[in-house]
């Protein structure tokens, strides 16, 4: 049995490679399509791995930027509900203000 498989078996779907270097995987109710968590396989320790840690540690110490982040989620969310490349896609230069600070 595949690792894909068995985490399926757990709840946890496989949902591909959108972005470079990492693994998408999701948590929820896969039938109504909610999903409650996203889970982003990375390298330990990598450039990607450093990113996401920078970029949570610059959302929680910054209230304001973590709200205009929020913000433009849910207008790409409406915008491009049913395509989750051009979601990934439009978040890019938000991420890229965030990851510079």
């Known amino acids: 049995m595949s690792y894909n498989e ?4 757990d709840g946890i779907f496989y949902r591909g490679s959108d972005v470079e270097n990492q693994i998408l995987y999701v948590m ?8 409650t968590h996203h889970i982003h396989v990375v390298k330990w320790n990598g450039t990607e791995w450093r990113n996401y840690i920078h970029f949570r540690d610059c959302l929680n110490a910054n209230e304001n930027m973590a709200l205009q982040y929020q913000r433009v989620k849910e207008e790409l969310e409406s915008k491009y ?3 989750r490349g051009l979601y990934t896609k439009g978040k890019k230069e938000i991420i890229d203000i965030i990851l510079n600070n």
């Open 81 to 83: 509900a049913d395509n």
């Open 6 to 9: 068995q985490l399926q078996k």
């Open 28 to 35: 929820g109710d896969m039938e109504k399509d909610i999903r």
